[in-house]
Each structure stands twice: as structure tokens, then as C-alpha cells.
């Protein structure tokens, strides 16, 4: 399996890290190029670690509307 992805996703990763607590607009940029890798990573990533993400996704978003559908105000669903 090719780890190709992770050449722009660990440069996007200490991109973020360097220009964090930057308040300028050098930060705005380094956040546009972070997204950017971290879209261009996936996009290379092999389908294995594609379809991994996938059902986490899935996952979380199916457990998110399940929290959200039954909001709990004392502790106690209704």
C-alpha cells in the first residue's frame, strides 16, 4: 500500500502547528493550505483507509442525530 497521502498531510499538519497561534493573515493562509492537504490526502489515500473513514463518519453522524433527536435536560429522556 502506497503511504503517498501523508506527504501532504503531515505537511499541512505542521503548517497548522507553526502559524497556530499566528493572528495575521499569513494564519488565514496556512489554514486555506492545511484544508487543501487534508482534502488532497484523502483523496490520495488507498480505498482501505477511505472506506475505514467512511464508516466512522457514518458512525458519528448516525450517534450526533441520535443525541440530537432526544435531547436530555435533567438527565432523564422523556
Given amino acids: 500500500m502506497p503511504l503517498f497521502f501523508l ?11 507553526i502559524f497556530q497561534k499566528n493572528t495575521d493573515e499569513i494564519a488565514c493562509i496556512a489554514g486555506v493550505f492545511k484544508a487543501v492537504s487534508f482534502i488532497l490526502s484523502l483523496v490520495l489515500a488507498p480505498w482501505q483507509i477511505q472506506f475505514i473513514l467512511l464508516i466512522f463518519v457514518l458512525f458519528v453522524t448516525k450517534k450526533i442525530l441520535r443525541d440530537e433527536e432526544f435531547p436530555q435536560t ?5
Fill in 7 to 17: 506527504i501532504p498531510l503531515c505537511t499541512g499538519l505542521i503548517t497548522g502547528y
Fill in 74 to 78: 435533567d438527565g432523564r429522556r422523556k
